[in-house]
């Protein structure tokens, strides 16, 4: 399921990340590697903030949705 799905407070792992290449390597330099853990802090007015190693990243919903669970 992509990331933008994810209850609020629930420790997912991250699976897959879909995109195209520059897209999935933002992502990866921002620490969103497989398996690495990540928990939805909070989502408001279609943004995201994301808990990924120790550090909390805000995501629009579009890149969210590249992120698997």
């Known amino acids: 399921m992509p990331l ?5 407070g629930e420790k997912n792992y ?6 195209k290449d520059e ?3 933002f ?13 939805v802090v ?5 943004n995201m903030i994301i808990s990924v190693k120790d550090t909390r990243i805000a995501l629009d919903k579009a890149m969210a949705n590249r992120i698997m669970v």
């Open 4 to 8: 933008s799905m994810a209850n609020i």
């Open 14 to 19: 991250v699976k897959k990340i879909n995109g």
């Open 23 to 25: 897209v999935r390597r």
């Open 27 to 39: 992502l990866v330099s921002l620490g969103f590697t497989a398996g690495t853990d990540v928990t």
């Open 42 to 46: 909070s989502e408001f007015a279609g």
